[in-house]
């Protein structure tokens, strides 16, 4: 009998979940270093869609596109993740 496949998170908890792991990783992070920290694999796709938000938003920028087997790697860039609530 193979095992269910894993419950689907909903995009905000996967940016959430991200964002804490942003508080754990080095300054210099890749893909792997976030699912490490978050403790699961999300779907690759949803992943890169979250990064892409967060360099939209100037939470992190590409510090080396990926090649080949080599995953891109990121830079945090000390910006809030959080809206200012005033």
Not at 46 to 52: D, E, M, N
Request: charged letters at 30%; aromatic letters at 6%; hydrophobic letters at 30%.
């Amino acid at each position: 009998m193979t095992p269910p496949p894993p419950s689907r998170r909903g995009a905000w908890e996967l940016l959430d979940d991200v964002e804490t792991a942003l508080t754990k990783v080095s300054g210099v992070f890749d893909r792997n270093d976030i699912c490490r920290a978050i403790g699961y694999e999300p779907d690759r796709g949803s992943l890169y869609r979250t990064f892409q938000g967060l360099i939209e938003e100037g939470v992190i920028a590409i510090e080396q596109r990926g090649a080949g087997r080599h995953p891109a790697r990121y830079k945090k860039t000390g910006a809030n993740t959080t809206a200012d609530a005033t």
